[in-house]
C-alpha cells in the first residue's frame, strides 16, 4: 500500500540554523514521483520540488536541498541557514505511476516548522 | 497570471443546506482534483477529473459530488452538508493527467458546517 510518514510532527529552529524535514515513503510501483508543498500561515500551498523514481541525484535550489534514497526510501529536505520567513508546514506527497495513472497526490501528515528570530 | 482559483474562500453554514465550492483554472490543464485537508491526516483526495465529463472518486468521496462541463471549472458540490465535512478543501489542476506533473492548487477554502 502506498503511505508517506513525516515522522516530525513540530519543528522549532533559531534563524540561521540548518534543520532538515524527514519523510519516509511506501510504494510498490517502480516508477513514481515525490514531491514537496510548503503551506505558509496564509494557508495557500506551494509547490517545492518533484523527483522521479529512476533519478537519485540530490538537488539544491538556494537555501533548499533534498536527499532522495531509494536504499530507505526517504527523499528529505534540509533548509540552511533558516529564516523566519520559512515558518510553514511542509508537506511530502507520493504519486505513482501505476494504480490507473489516476495522478492522486498521497500526502504526509505534514511538519510543522516554526522559525524564531 | 497562471492560477487556480476557488470562491468562496470562507463558509460557514448549518447541516443540510446545500453548497457548491467553485473552482476555475486559465491554465487549459486537463487534469482537476480536489483534496480536503484535516489536522495529522494531511491532504486526501475527493473526486478528481481527467478531461471534460471525465469525473472519477478518490480517497474520500461520500458526501460529495463533483462535475467537470467545461475544461477550466470543476466545482464540488456538497448536497446535505453534515458537521464532518468541516475541513479546508484545495482544488488543484495540472497539464496531463500524469502523475508525475505538479499539481497547482487553489488558494483553499474553509467550510464550517454547524
Known amino acids: 500500500a502506498q503511505k508517506v510518514t513525516q515522522a516530525q510532527t513540530e519543528i522549532s529552529v533559531v534563524e540561521k540554523e540548518d534543520v532538515t524535514l524527514d519523510c519516509v515513503y511506501e510504494?510498490?510501483?517502480?516508477?513514481?514521483?515525490l514531491f514537496w508543498y510548503k503551506q505558509p500561515p496564509s494557508g495557500e500551498l506551494v509547490f517545492l520540488i518533484r523527483?522521479?523514481?529512476?533519478?537519485?541525484q540530490n538537488e539544491i535550489s538556494g537555501r533548499y536541498s533534498w536527499n532522495f534514497q531509494k536504499s530507505t526510501s526517504s527523499f528529505n529536505f534540509t533548509i540552511t541557514a533558516s529564516q523566519v520567513v520559512d515558518s510553514a508546514v511542509y508537506f511530502c506527497a507520493l504519486s505513482e505511476h501505476g494504480s490507473g495513472n489516476t495522478g492522486k497526490l498521497i500526502f504526509g501528515q505534514g511538519t510543522t516548522l516554526q522559525v524564531k528570530p | 497570471e497562471a492560477q487556480v482559483t476557488q470562491n468562496p474562500r470562507y463558509l460557514i453554514t448549518v447541516t443540510g443546506k446545500k453548497l457548491t465550492v467553485t473552482c476555475s483554472q486559465n491554465m487549459n490543464h486537463e487534469y482537476m482534483s480536489w483534496y480536503r485537508q484535516d489536522p495529522g491526516l494531511g491532504l486526501r483526495q475527493i473526486y478528481y477529473s481527467m478531461n471534460v465529463e471525465v469525473t472519477d472518486k478518490g480517497d474520500v468521496p461520500e458526501g460529495y459530488k463533483v462535475s467537470r462541463k467545461e475544461k477550466r471549472n470543476f466545482p464540488l458540490i456538497l448536497e446535505s452538508p453534515s458537521p464532518n465535512q468541516t475541513s479546508l478543501y484545495f482544488c488543484?489542476?495540472?497539464?496531463?493527467?500524469?502523475?508525475?506533473?505538479?499539481?497547482?492548487f487553489g488558494d483553499g477554502t474553509r467550510l464550517s458546517i454547524l
Open positions: 488543484a489542476s495540472s497539464s496531463m493527467s500524469s502523475s508525475n506533473q505538479p499539481q497547482h
Open positions: 523527483r522521479n523514481s529512476f533519478d537519485e
Open positions: 510504494t510498490r510501483d517502480t516508477t513514481y514521483y
